[in-house]
């Protein structure tokens, strides 16, 4: 392989040439679609600017009157507990910024803990989210607004 500028140029338009022959239209769109979804993602989710927003201790009160704190820490780690209980519930987080829908992630590593949303029953939380001062059981909970899968959660630090 010669290594000037004339072989530099074919090889792009043979790369060129090989990569419009090779995909089919409706390949290229999904290839942009999936661009563009990765790209939302990320818009709005630099570190130093909304990620740090959500930095801190909340405190979530039940449906069976049982206070929670929860902290979020600056490395994405996070803990969760129970008033007046030893428990500690380890978990990590994440934010999310996707179609104008600012909201956290939070994924609990091996030992979920079980809070009472409506009706009184205590669900385990795998995955829960925050969104607009609402702590939410899941996904499908939080893209419904479901009012018996939240739970009001309070910035007290």
């Known amino acids: 392989m010669k290594n ?4 530099n140029k074919e090889l792009v338009e043979d790369v060129k040439e090989a990569t419009a022959k090779s995909f089919k239209p409706w390949e290229v769109v999904l290839f942009i679609a999936i661009v563009v979804f990765f790209l939302n993602q990320c818009i709005g989710c ?6 740090k ?3 801190g201790t ?6 069976a009157n049982q206070t929670y704190i929860l902290t979020l820490k600056e490395d994405k780690t996070a803990t969760m507990m129970a008033k007046g209980s030893n428990k500690t519930y380890y978990c990590s987080w994440n934010y999310f910024d996707l179609y104008t829908e600012p909201h956290v992630q ?12 409506g009706g009184g029953v205590a669900l385990t939380m795998w995955q ?3 969104q607009d001062n609402w702590l939410y059981f899941d996904y499908d909970a ?3 607004k479901n009012p018996k ?4 959660i309070k910035k007290i630090k």
């Open 106 to 117: 939070i994924e609990f590593s091996d030992d979920p803990p079980a809070l009472a949303f």
């Open 149 to 152: 899968r939240r739970l009001p």
């Open 128 to 130: 829960p989210k925050m």
């Open 4 to 7: 000037n500028m004339g072989d």
């Open 142 to 144: 939080r893209k419904a």
């Open 53 to 55: 927003e959500f930095i």
């Open 46 to 51: 630099d570190d130093s600017t909304k990620d």
């Open 58 to 63: 909340y405190e979530i009160v039940d449906k």
